[in-house]
């Protein structure tokens, strides 16, 4: 009986934990520079389905480009985007709620630049 109340319990915490699906718009501030730069926009579509995370990411909807390699697990997603030949940007990110932040790493051409990221989910 222990048993199955446990698995009734991880079931239904599984079932309510957060779903990064949507829309998301916010800023992309780069960290690279000493004066931060000016931020920038972002614009993310995302699907969750489990684990698996798909979808598109770039500076608004006419500007975007398929994620890769994107992970869901515990509120922590993580994927890639590549800008062009040899040129990633990897994303390791929080959702919490209606808001999703954190850190780009940016590697390619003999550079590594790195920028932060808050969106939050369009209504």
Known sequence: MKKLLVLLAFTVVSLIAADATGTWTGTLSDTTSADGGTPGPAYLILKQEGTKLTGTA???????????????????????????????????????????????????????????LAVKREK
């Open 58 to 116: 770039g500076p608004n909807a006419n500007s975007q480009r398929p994620i890769q390699n994107g992970k869901a697990e515990d509120g922590n997603l993580t994927f890639e985007l590549v800008l062009s030949e040899g040129r990633t940007m990897k994303f390791t990110l929080k959702h919490e709620g209606d808001e999703i932040k954190g850190d780009i790493r940016g590697e390619g051409g003999g550079e590594t630049k790195t920028a932060k």
